[in-house]
């Protein structure tokens, strides 16, 4: 099996653990990944968030890291990638109100092709009109989304995944072993990275 393009659309206070887990997973495994936020090019930052479960009703937020992006999204083709991954956070509320992130998002569900989105990237997924019929898990506060844009809200533990065809959904950064195991059994580890691997 070849390197696959996958292809993440992140923005400022993104959550820090959703963006980089993922991006540093997939790059380890031999995929080229590339980065994108609307109005950025590659070598410009974005701000992420820190996103924990304290004890409150809801979840705390704190000031994470500066995350490079590495490619320029006025540049980019969906169709030159194989997957797509969005992460939550905040940036979803406001990345959903771009036609062409959503004309992106509609893209990888036309095409068929892998979409993996955690916590609040449901938001984006709700936003394109792709969730009808489709079992969806996100942040529990999404599940009114979820449902109000026609999918099945799967109320799952927070360190568990589903999978629904091409779509790959989690609730929150804990599920990351779940969530990401889910995406590479559709788009599998790179013959020559799993020769690195066993050597190691």
Known sequence: M???NILMIVGDFGEDYEIMVPFQTLAAVGH???AVCPDKAAGDAIATAIHDFEGQQTYTEKRGHNFALNATFAEIRAEDYDALVIPGGRAPEYLRLNPKVLEIVRHFFTANKPVAAVCHGA???AAAGV???RTCSAYPACQPEVELAGGVYANIAIDAAVTDGNL?????WPAHP????????QIGVPVAQQKHLAAA
Do not use: D
Not at 168 to 172: S, V
Not at 178 to 185: D, K, S, V, Y
């Open 131 to 133: 969730l009808k019929g």
């Open 32 to 34: 080229r990944v590339h």
């Open 123 to 125: 938001q984006l997924l």
């Open 178 to 185: 779940a969530w990401l195991g889910q995406l590479l059994l």
């Open 2 to 4: 070849s390197a696959k």
């Open 168 to 172: 790959i959904t989690a609730p929150a």
